[in-house]
């Protein structure tokens, strides 16, 4: 599956993180969900369309404290760096 989006509400530590993956192989779609960093506690939740998963991403959002920034244009902007070599 790939990486479709990415998000992180901006708290750091276990009690306040929060991060949301959307993922997709092109027919399926999951959304997982994590509360409070590496070791916290995961949910995962299965879609048949893209527009169903967004829904329930941009709810968990609306739920959770923080400011909401997606990682994903950063990530693929470091992956891009590191493969030319700078």
Known sequence: ??????WWNGVWGRIGR???????DGDRWVVRGRLGGDEGQEV???????????DL????????????R?????????SRRRQVGG
């Not at 599956?1 to 990415?6: I, K, Q």
């Not at 997606?70 to 470091?78: A, M, T, Y």
Request: avoid cysteine.
């Open 44 to 54: 995962t939740h299965h879609f048949d369309n893209e527009d169903r998963a967004r």
């Open 18 to 24: 929060r991060d949301i993956w959307l993922l997709s």
């Open 70 to 78: 997606s990682l994903l244009d950063p990530l693929r902007r470091e």
């Open 57 to 68: 991403i941009k709810h968990m959002m609306a739920l959770s404290a923080g400011t909401w």
């Open 1 to 6: 599956m790939e990486v479709r989006g990415r």
